[in-house]
């Protein structure tokens, strides 16, 4: 996939493609092709999650994860890295892994998703964007 800095839809997936894409920008302004983006306007995107894939490219540990010990339980049952992500936020997306109810890795993923619920894993508005502070496996609500 090649990214095109004057593709909108290339915009806004995640901060690696946004930097790919301004460096982009950044040549083609040196090379006189555009004109110059104003240096006063405040760029503020709103990224999506990583998806688990880029995450774990990107990062040596998956401590820096909002959702650590989630993603971590998922992962190590052997769930996709995508999937594990976004079960880690708290979707319930068990689609991702099959469609077959009786799929055994399916349920597995079911039972560890309703553990951490039933531990309120996840914060109730949601709007924290980061793992409980005061959260320990194994707590009990």
């Known amino acids: 996939m090649t990214l095109d800095y004057r593709n909108p839809n ?8 946004d ?16 004109e110059p983006v104003d240096p006063d ?8 999650t990583f ?5 774990l490219a990107t ?10 010990a989630a993603f971590g339980q998922f992962l190590g049952n052997g769930i996709d890295p995508d999937a594990a992500n976004l079960l880690a936020h708290g979707q319930n997306r068990f689609d991702l892994i099959s469609d077959d109810l ?5 349920q597995r993923a079911t039972r560890i998703y309703d553990r951490f ?6 914060p109730d508005d ?7 502070d005061n959260f320990t496996w194994g707590e009990q609500p």
């Open 10 to 17: 290339d915009w806004g997936r995640s901060p690696l493609t």
């Open 19 to 34: 930097s790919a894409l301004r460096l982009q920008q950044l040549l083609a302004e040196a090379s006189g092709d555009i």
């Open 41 to 48: 306007v405040e760029e503020t995107f709103d990224y999506p």
């Open 51 to 55: 998806t688990g894939t880029e995450f």
């Open 59 to 68: 990062h040596s540990t998956i401590d820096d994860h909002p959702y650590a």
């Open 102 to 106: 009786d799929s055994p890795l399916r």
């Open 117 to 122: 619920v039933e531990m309120n894993y996840w």
């Open 126 to 132: 949601d709007e924290s964007g980061h793992e409980p």
